[in-house]
């Protein structure tokens, strides 16, 4: 069956470093990846979108790549600030266009 | 409006009670998505629609679940008979089409007692 899998531990770092998140799949073929962020008691907010034929996207401090034969996407935050604290979420879409979930990664972002 | 609307916000029942959850998307917006959410667990996809139509309902976890769209606008989720294990917050999306960012709403807290 299909699986995602975000970074099992929530991910603590300093004001200023570079936060790495990972998101792998397994029997799945998506066409698009989507990272989104989830703050407590809020829905899901868009943050990057990324096509199966792209390799990387950047936004601002943000940058997502995406490597269809490791079957992994890594989500990095750049200089980092408090601010950015939340839980990030990747979502992957097939072809049929459903839309499905990790887990999600808890981000904390020490001043 | 501006974005998506769910309501109610919060929803306490008794078990074996039956509930109906709102969604209005944004207008324009072809696509609707419900997932549940547990506490402190991902988002679980229910069902999505297109236009008022249901191509993919193998998320919905029994028959006690079902949803319907009036055409490209409202959309209810309903449990009948709730259990204890059906306590989640459950959220909508929707989207202009397939493979474009989702707009969620802030999600319907049920708690069944």
């Known amino acids: 069956s299909q699986k995602i899998e975000q970074n099992s531990e929530a991910l603590n770092i300093q004001e200023g470093k570079t936060a790495t998140l990972t998101c792998n799949y397994t029997n799945y073929s998506p066409a698009y990846l989507q990272w989104y962020r989830q703050d407590p008691g809020r829905g899901p907010v868009f943050l990057l979108l990324?096509?199966?034929?792209?390799k990387e996207k950047r936004k601002e401090r943000l940058k997502v790549t995406f490597d269809t034969t490791l079957k992994q996407s890594l989500f990095h935050i750049t200089a980092s600030q408090p601010a950015d604290s939340a839980t990030y979420l990747c979502a992957l879409e097939g072809y049929d266009y459903k839309l499905s979930f990790g887990a999600g990664t808890t981000v904390t972002v020490r001043a | 409006g501006a974005g998506v609307s769910q309501s109610p916000s919060n929803k306490v029942t008794e078990k074996g009670k039956d509930v109906e959850l709102r969604c209005d998307p944004i207008?324009?917006?072809?696509?609707l998505y419900w997932y549940r959410q547990r506490l402190g667990q991902g988002l679980e996809f229910l069902i999505y629609?297109?236009?008022?139509?249901?191509?993919?309902k193998s998320g919905l976890p029994s028959d006690r679940f079902s949803a319907e769209r009036t055409g490209e606008s409202v959309s209810t989720l309903t449990i009948q008979r709730t259990q204890q294990e059906d306590s989640a917050v459950y959220l909508c999306?929707?989207?202009?089409?397939?493979?474009?960012?989702?707009?969620f709403g802030s999600g319907t807290q049920l708690s069944v007692l």
């Open positions: 999306a929707s989207r202009r089409q397939g493979f474009e960012k989702l707009f």
């Open positions: 629609f297109q236009g008022n139509s249901a191509p993919d």
């Open positions: 990324i096509r199966e034929n792209e």
């Open positions: 207008s324009g917006h072809t696509a």
